[in-house]
């Protein structure tokens, strides 16, 4: 019954309307404006699931809509005058698809639901069954049979063809089919509009989207629905690879039959008849013959009538052929060969005739007719060959079995048996006993399985003495490739072995010699880094103390210049250590390349303005050039490539008085694609003479000329050649005596793209923290008080707060107390050393922050490994110097400096509360002048300096005069030369 409280319509009309909602054939509800169904038919109980749909039942509390795509939830009012796919969601559970339309009335909604549940169904097993063909391997293609359009193309086709499914709708079986029209496509399928065939089955081309053919194999049928359009379904298959099977069976059978005919022995089938059916084609051109008038006959011929003519001078020899065939034939054997003797042209020739069964059920055999005349010549020429072995080598056969069945007169002469001790015995009657039995096992593995054995054997002869050979052994095969004899030839090497023990002896006592001198090498190696060790610790302290106290203004003049004399002996006291270091490292190939890009163009910039003034101090004329290059920007080792040239240009200096001194460098390509920098040093100085160039490289080894300047180690130049020979390259050098010396420098190198690594900046005495900053804490660690203490004053005097701590334990204790920024570790003390102290310090999470700087007297790499695994952030080597340590240290805590630098006025003035120097009025000083004022600085000459700077103030004025003269009683010579060598650059 359906409620119709509230409408407007009499009981008669109701159930009128009740019969017209039932005849709708859908769920129907009729709402009123709030949603509240006032009408539901049969289909909409159903739906439902409700006996009654009682009054006031709202319509989404029955029937909740949700959106097909998103599944979201559908309101009544977004589908009013629409007629949308949704799934509907019942209060039961069911979740089902359906179409549902919304109608707006006058009063209410009228609300259709249409259950298309079976429709879906169908739908998913079309799309199942479209999903089943594209899987398949086969290409579908499916067309109307009025204008051949496509409707459907699995994705095979697809592929194959390579248009998208869009593209294909569009077209017509005729676009992928060049060769056909329209009229020649419809006489093709005539067959299937008759009925006289249910399908055909051809070969074609499809054309690609990109325009290649690809050869196909179309299996077409005609289907014919009822009350449907006649339509088509192709079958298609790629054949490019049957075709290329194909063609290469073609061209294998034509192969086999070239291979067949281009043998050299005639061959040809007969069937089981006994009659020829087919030969190859030196078969025709055969010269011998049965009767001596014709040939062995063509295909068809009685080959049994052909054997029973006589064969040579001998016609029982052809009696055999033909039995021997017979046999065959008539599955009385599976081969048959013999030899017989042929005269052709009044010479007399070998042949060789053998017969084969065919496996086959029709029968027959192959026979052929091989010329062995050249077989026979070489048996006797192996004959003789045996002979003459058996006078030079020691050859022996033995059975399958080893027994030995023939040993020549050299056998019996080493071994000292007799042969007739010999035959039938086995090897081990010369047996030594030397070799393992796994080695005579390997031996007859070998030679049992068809295989070569070759190898050296020590045996015994009769009197019990010994002897080696060199033995190969070589097994004769059956048909079926199983020996039925070996074959031992041997050569006598028992001096050889005997040399060869000798060789070995001395080889051994050679290698003992090279332990003893690695030893050697490595206990030097040992002593000179213990050395280094023991002298840079005392040097620590006597390099920092000096810096520390020409700090103190209060100190005399004189006093300083003894400081600055003992600061300059040690630093070369040091630059001795690290080149006797060096080559310690180069000896012992520990020294490493270290490989980075760098602009050659800088380089020589960096080195023009390095030695421009010390050349104008001498009055030399100082010429670099660099030949033009596209890019200079190079990849190889660049701390060694400048030591090199410092090392070059130092010696040109020092031993030239008057002249020119001149560094030329360029890159050159070789031809095979290699690039080389080549560089050239050349002087006007004294010169050496042929025995001074001999032993010019050597470690330690000085001319005439450097023993008398009293100056250098002698290892500049054999650490130079070293170097460059480690980069690949090598120096040479020419020189004549009072006429000059040229060096030239040759290593390899890489070409770089970008701008390379920027240049250091010069070093600068850091006066103090530059205002504003805090005053970073400091822990110098230190087991020798008078190696931390200086530090402690030197960090104290620039600014910053500093502590001392004599062991691994104390430095511990006042990391957690004190909570330094920085620690300056010592890495070897007693007790707990600071690779341990590092390690503990930086596992404390509550210390692990601090950054360690560790310092050690030992400058090898692996002291720096240790470090590093240890967790300190940085390294740094005794004798400490304070320009890398404030440089490691305003790196890793971000810190800013007062320095005292001459290209810088206003540094200088904050040190000195006096008059500035002006940069401008050091590029206005005459250059003989600024030459003499650098010459003076660098060798600290306070005496001329003070002459010098009266000069200057003669010529640039007053104040320039007494900016310098005050950096020249503080002893601030590096100040000046720096300022200079800024006014140089700029």
């Known amino acids: 019954m359906f409620d119709c409280a509230g409408c407007a319509i009499s009981a008669p009309a109701s159930r009128q309307v009740g019969l017209l909602f039932d005849a709708l054939g859908e769920a129907a509800f009729m709402l009123d404006v709030?949603?509240?169904?006032?009408?539901?038919?049969?289909?909409?109980?159903?739906?439902?699931?409700?006996?009654?749909?009682?009054?006031?039942?709202?319509?989404?509390?029955?029937?909740?809509?949700?959106?097909?795509?998103?599944?979201?939830?559908?309101?009544v009012a977004s589908l009013l005058g629409k007629e949308a796919g949704a799934w509907a969601l019942l209060p039961n559970g069911a979740d089902k698809p359906v179409t549902v339309r919304a109608v707006a009335l006058d009063g209410g909604v009228f609300i259709g639901i249409r259950d298309r549940s079976q429709q879906y169904e169908r739908e998913a097993r079309l799309s199942e069954f479209t999903r089943t063909l594209d899987l398949t391997l086969d290409c579908v293609f499916m067309y109307r049979a009025a204008d051949l359009r496509f409707i459907y193309v699995n994705a095979g086709g697809r592929r194959q063809v390579g248009y998208s499914e869009e593209e294909l709708l569009n077209m017509t079986v005729l676009d992928l089919k060049r060769q056909f029209t329209a009229t020649a496509f419809r006489e093709m399928v005539r067959p299937l509009f008759d009925g006289k065939q249910s399908s055909i089955t051809f070969r074609t081309t499809h054309r690609h989207k990109d325009g290649h053919d690809i050869p196909v194999e179309v299996c077409l049928q005609l289907v014919v629905g009822v009350g449907r359009e006649p339509?088509?379904?192709?079958?298609?298959?790629?054949?490019?690879?049957?075709?290329?099977v194909e063609s290469a069976l073609k061209e294998s059978e034509t192969l086999f039959r070239d291979v067949i005919d281009s043998l050299p022995a005639c061959i040809g089938v007969v069937d089981r008849n006994g009659r020829l059916a087919a030969n190859s084609r030196p078969w025709a051109e055969f010269p011998a013959t049965l009767d001596g008038e014709g040939g062995l006959g063509l295909p068809g011929g009685d080959y049994y009538d052909l054997c029973r003519r006589p064969v040579g001078a001998s016609s029982q020899r052809g009696e055999q052929i033909r039995d021997g065939l017979g046999k065959v034939l008539t599955g009385g054997a599976e081969s048959f060969s013999c030899e017989y003797p042929v005269v052709v042209d009044n010479e007399r020739q070998w042949w060789k005739f053998d017969v084969n069964r065919l496996r086959r059920e029709s029968g027959g055999a192959v026979v052929s007719h091989t010329n062995i005349t050249r077989q026979k010549t070489a048996e006797k020429v192996l004959e003789d060959f045996k002979a003459a072995l058996d006078e030079h080598g020691i050859v022996a056969i033995t059975d399958p079995r080893g027994r030995i069945t023939y040993v020549n007169d050299r056998f019996c002469a080493i071994s000292k048996f007799s042969r007739e001790e010999l035959i039938g015995k086995d090897h081990r009657i010369i047996s030594s006993g030397y070799h393992s039995k796994e080695f005579i096992r390997n031996l007859w593995r070998t030679i049992k399985a068809g295989r070569v054995w070759r190898g050296e054997m020590k045996n015994r002869a009769k009197d019990g003495s010994y002897y080696w050979v060199d033995t190969t052994i070589v097994p004769f095969l059956d048909a079926a490739g199983r020996p039925t004899q070996y074959i031992a030839?041997?050569?006598?090497?028992?001096?050889?072995?005997?040399?060869?023990?000798?060789?070995?002896?001395?080889?051994?006592?050679?290698?003992?010699?090279?332990?003893?001198?690695?030893?050697?090498?490595?206990?030097?190696?040992?002593?000179?880094?213990?050395m280094s060790h023991e002298i840079r610790t005392p040097m620590n302290a006597i390099l920092g103390y000096s810096q520390l106290m020409l700090r103190d203004r209060a100190l005399g003049d004189g006093a300083k210049a003894s400081l600055r004399v003992i600061n300059q002996s040690g630093e070369h006291l040091l630059g001795l250590i690290d080149n006797v270091l060096d080559m310690s490292k180069i000896e012992a190939g520990r020294v490493e390349v270290q490989q980075r890009q760098f602009s050659l163009l800088e380089l020589f910039e960096t080195l023009e303005a390095m030695f421009r003034l010390r050349a104008a101090a001498k009055n030399l004329r100082l010429d670099v050039r660099l030949t033009e290059v596209e890019n200079s920007t190079v990849m190889s080792d660049v701390g060694k490539v400048r030591q090199i040239l410092v090392n070059l240009l130092s010696n040109a200096v020092k031993f030239t008085d008057q002249g020119?001194?001149?560094?030329?460098?360029?890159?050159?390509?070789?031809?095979?694609?290699?690039?080389?920098?080549?560089?050239?040093?050349?002087?006007?100085?004294?010169?050496?003479?042929?025995?001074?160039?001999?032993?010019?490289?050597?470690?330690?080894?000085?001319?005439?000329?450097g023993l008398n300047t009293r100056e250098g180690t002698g290892l500049g130049l054999a650490l130079s050649r070293d170097f460059a020979r480690l980069l690949g390259g090598d120096i040479t050098v020419e020189s004549t005596p009072g006429m000059g010396t040229t060096f030239r420098l040759r290593i390899p190198t890489k070409p770089c793209q970008g701008d390379p690594v920027s240049r250091s900046p010069r070093s600068r005495l850091v006066l103090g923290l530059k205002p504003g900053q805090r005053s970073p804490r400091i822990l110098v660690v230190d087991d020798r008080p008078v190696n931390s203490h200086w530090l402690e004053e030197l960090l104290c005097h620039v600014g910053f707060e500093a502590r001392c701590a004599e062991s691994g334990e104390e430095a511990i204790a006042e990391c957690h107390s004190w909570l330094p920024h920085v620690i300056l570790m010592d890495i070897h003390m007693p007790g707990m050393d600071g690779l341990e102290a590092t390690r503990r310090i930086k596992a404390d999470p509550r210390t692990a922050g601090t950054l360690i700087i560790a310092l050690s007297a030992s400058t090898f790499e692996v002291e720096r490994e240790a470090v590093t695994q240890a967790g300190a952030d940085g390294f740094l080597p005794k004798p400490c110097q304070e320009r890398d340590l404030f440089a490691v240290l305003g790196q890793m805590l971000n810190l800013e400096f007062l320095f005292s630098d001459g290209s810088h006025a206003s540094d200088i003035a904050k040190s000195h509360g006096s008059v500035t120097v002006d940069s401008a009025m050091l590029v206005a000083l005459p250059n003989p002048l600024r030459a003499e004022l650098y010459a003076s600085a660098v060798n600290g000459d306070r005496f001329r300096l003070e002459e010098i700077i009266r000069q200057v103030g003669a010529v640039a004025g007053p104040d320039l005069a007494a900016g310098l003269l005050r950096l020249a009683e503080n002893y601030e010579y590096e100040s000046i030369t720096n300022a200079l060598e800024a006014v140089c650059q700029s």
């Open 34 to 75: 709030n949603g509240v169904v006032k009408l539901g038919n049969r289909e909409a109980r159903a739906l439902t699931g409700e006996s009654e749909l009682e009054s006031g039942l709202r319509f989404e509390n029955l029937v909740v809509l949700r959106d097909e795509a998103r599944r979201s939830r559908l309101s």
């Open 231 to 244: 339509r088509f379904v192709n079958i298609v298959r790629d054949i490019t690879d049957r075709l290329l």
């Open 489 to 530: 030839i041997r050569a006598d090497i028992t001096a050889s072995k005997e040399a060869e023990a000798l060789l070995q002896q001395s080889n051994r006592a050679l290698e003992e010699a090279k332990l003893k001198a690695d030893s050697a090498s490595q206990a030097k190696s040992r002593f000179l880094a213990n």
């Open 660 to 705: 020119r001194i001149s560094l030329f460098g360029s890159l050159e390509p070789e031809e095979d694609g290699q690039l080389w920098f080549l560089a050239s040093v050349t002087d006007t100085g004294i010169g050496m003479s042929a025995s001074e160039l001999n032993q010019l490289f050597r470690p330690f080894t000085q001319t005439h000329a």
